[in-house]
């Protein structure tokens, strides 16, 4: 690791960050929460150094441990903490476009398809490699997961986290439905009952559509997953609660 010279212990995490970074091209710091850390992968797609190493730091509510490993590890000091390699699935979105031609977005996070009229819901069957996983459902939309995503907006819908595989949750549904998790390997298919204005999302990428009935969204592993350093750290349960101010919400640990 390269190493810097003393600091003042007072020097903000942003400006540590900023003078590693400097000095650690090939490392990537997002210095944010989970959405920063899907966008700066989102920036090094398709550039060269898109095989850079990620480093999701938060940008607020540390606790006082994490605040002092994170300014260890961002002046090199002597002793500083090795971090363990997480590597994070990237999915990819298909559907067929109005003009018939194929077209695809891929997610570190999450993809979601809802309603874009906030009075008319959707109805939607699902299947998972196939096989017919949720039949009819009515809802505001549905989402389809990654591990990474799982803790994000997949949490809010579904109330659960999981550490491998993908999820799929579905948002504000008329009936209970229950949830999914599945294998990496799968591929999960949404297919419209009914024409609607949807939107399409693929963490922030938005796309907004006039879909037809019999309209199909396919959502499978790109064979591709994104190297996030520290990722454990960067979920510290006690962290979560110094930010959310609640216990209940954030009992959970990322392994």
Known sequence: MVQFS?????ESIADLAAKFQAENPSVIVALGGDGTLAGKWRELEGKSGK????????NYGMC???EELYRKLLRGDDGAPDLKMHLMPVVEARREAACGAMASDRALAEVTLVSADPTQAIRFNVKIDGHLAAESVIANGVIVATKLGSTGYFKSVART???????????????SVPNIVTGMASKV??????????????????????AWEGFKLEVSSASESVPVLGYS???????RRGRNSTIVNDSYFVV
């Open 6 to 10: 003393s600091m003042e212990s007072l």
């Open 51 to 58: 095989r850079k190493l990620l480093l999701p730091v938060r």
């Open 64 to 66: 006082p441990e994490h």
């Open 161 to 175: 986290i999981f550490t491998e595989g993908l999820g799929i949750g579905y948002i504000c549904p008329t009936y």
């Open 189 to 210: 298919e949404i297919e419209l009952l009914r024409k609607a204005p949807v939107t399409l999302t693929a963490d922030k990428i938005k796309h907004d559509i006039k």
């Open 233 to 239: 750290h960067f979920m510290c349960p006690e962290c």
